[in-house]
Nanobody
Framework: EVQLQASGGGLVQAGGSLRLSCAFS????????TAWFRQAPGKDREGVAC???????YYADSVKGRFTISSDGAKRTVYLQMNELKPEDTAVYFC?????????????????????WGQGTLVTVSS
């Protein structure tokens, strides 16, 4: 069973930075695609970034050039570095993981493809 623990959210001013962490417990970390999603009040959950088993990254257009997903295999942790934050980035951020067996380039950021989720961490960006 995979368990994910997200942390690192907080309050930051527009233009600032935060780094989210997602600690992975369970077997076969190296077999999993890991992703970050976010959900703002009244909106659907949206994919933000994904790192697959080949170290390829995928980003939502709204965060390209500002957010970076990375991992530390030894620590079994996935990070989301968020720079140049905007008020519209305010949301609860979730990490998710799924064995990278059946993805293709079109669905790494689709929430429905993931079965393992961490609890959310709130990011609030003030203007």
């Amino acid at each position: 069973e995979v368990q994910l623990q997200a942390s690192g959210g907080g309050l930051v001013q527009a233009g600032g930075s935060l780094r989210l962490s997602c600690a992975f417990s369970g077997v076969d970390f190296d077999r999993y695609a890991t992703a970050w999603f976010r959900q703002a009040p009244g909106k659907d959950r949206e994919g933000v970034a994904c790192l697959n088993v080949e170290d390829r990254t995928y980003y939502a257009d709204s965060v390209k050039g500002r957010f970076t997903i990375s991992s530390d295999g030894a620590k079994r942790t996935v990070y989301l570095q968020m720079n140049e934050l905007k008020p519209e980035d305010t949301a609860v951020y979730f990490c998710a993981a799924e064995p990278d067996d059946f993805f293709d380039d079109t669905n790494y950021l689709s929430a429905s493809e993931y079965d393992s989720w961490g609890q959310g961490t709130l990011v609030t960006v003030s203007s």
